[in-house]
Nanobody, 125 residues
């Protein structure tokens, strides 16, 4: 019912910036909590930042102060502004959404109903 498509990934040097976008289409009114996850080779998918609801935007400590998550509700976009990028940020980044409800424990991967295909971010040292 909802489709998520990420874009904006690329290859940058340490200290560079990227802005990821997630375009939601379909029955977007049914979307509740949204979040960005990432997965590096050989590692589990981990939560990066979330929009549990308006005004509640938690971040993983590894990106706090460097990344900013935001939503454009009118146009059904989710963004992740990524500044001061580090090689450790290299991963496939995924947009995810919960159907209908607020997810207070936003790190629980299995609770998300919709996932994008991912966009690759590579940060060279």
């Amino acid at each position: 019912q909802v489709q998520l498509v990420e874009s904006g990934g690329g290859s940058v040097e340490t200290g560079g910036s990227l802005r990821l976008s997630c375009a939601a289409s379909g029955l977007t009114s049914s979307v509740g909590t949204m979040a960005w996850f990432r997965q590096a080779p050989g590692k589990e998918r981990e939560a990066v930042a979330g929009v549990v609801e308006a005004g509640l935007t938690p971040y993983d400590d590894s990106v706090k102060g460097r990344f900013t998550i935001s939503k454009d509700n009118a146009n059904n976009f989710l963004y992740l502004q990524m500044n001061s990028l580090k090689p450790e940020d290299t991963a496939m980044y995924y947009c995810a959404a919960v159907k209908g409800s607020l997810l207070l424990d936003w790190r629980l991967r299995d609770k998300y109903d919709y996932w994008g295909q991912g966009t690759q971010v590579t940060v060279s040292s």
